[in-house]
């Protein structure tokens, strides 16, 4: 069964230090996305990203935030300078397709604790 | 952004027994609904959907019935057995909105063996 990667599962960080998450979303899939989870709370759309660009994104996604696909395989999202409330779940996910009949496949998750 | 809700945090079900999870919706442009479960330290799993323009879907133990009139859908799980214990999320996408999906807060489902 094909598996959307994330790497690293854990990251610890001083607050105002970039971080960058990484991703290795299913090859053959063309749609791809960020979501987070603060503790206890629900899962928050962050960004979505089609043909080499950002398709669509949330009032979270703001300008410390970017994604980037730098290779064709690795699907990476950058934080420039981490705040307190950036600790939180962060979900890569992939699609096929925009249609929903499938949804999304998502990865294990990274947690980022911002310290 | 409350499009999606959930308002059950939590359900405790007999094994053998059926778990109806609830969901409500107040975006009357969503086109796909969505049931995702997700177990601790994993990433939400897709198990479900139906579009906007049907009213129930059926794959295997999992119904999703859709009432549109209502904004209302519900996800059954029959029989409902220990390894159905998860988190279970409604979600919701709208083909105008872009490439996105709106996840509601989840209710955790517990199977009772």
């Known amino acids: 069964e094909p598996e959307v990667t994330q790497t690293p599962s854990h990251q610890v960080t001083q607050m105002g230090q970039e971080v960058i998450l990484r991703c290795v979303p299913i090859s053959n899939h063309l749609y791809f996305y960020w979501y987070r989870q603060i503790l206890g709370q629900k899962v928050e759309f962050l960004v979505s990203?089609?043909?080499?660009?950002?398709?669509?994104k949330s009032e979270i996604f703001d300008d410390q935030f970017s994604v980037e696909r730098p290779d064709g395989s690795n699907f990476t999202l950058k934080i420039r300078s981490t705040k307190l409330e950036d600790s939180a779940m962060y979900f890569c996910?992939?699609?096929?397709?925009?249609?929903?009949?499938?949804?999304?496949?998502f990865g294990s998750g990274t947690r980022l604790t911002v310290v | 952004d409350q499009q999606v809700k959930q308002n059950s945090p939590s359900l405790s079900v007999q094994e053998g027994r059926i778990s109806i999870l609830n969901c409500d919706y107040t975006n009357s442009m969503f086109d796909y609904f969505l049931w995702y479960k997700k177990y601790p330290a994993e990433g939400p799993t897709f198990l479900i959907s139906i579009s906007s323009i049907k009213d129930k879907n059926e794959d295997g133990r999992f119904t999703v019935f859709l009432n549109k009139s209502a904004k209302h859908l519900s996800l059954h799980i029959v029989p409902s057995q220990p390894g159905d214990s998860a988190v279970y999320f409604c979600a919701a996408s709208a083909i105008r909105g872009g490439f996105k999906t709106i996840f509601g807060a989840g209710t955790r489902l517990f199977v009772k063996a």
């Open positions: 990203f089609y043909n080499n660009e950002i398709s669509e």
């Open positions: 996910a992939s699609s096929v397709s925009q249609g929903m009949n499938y949804g999304y496949t």
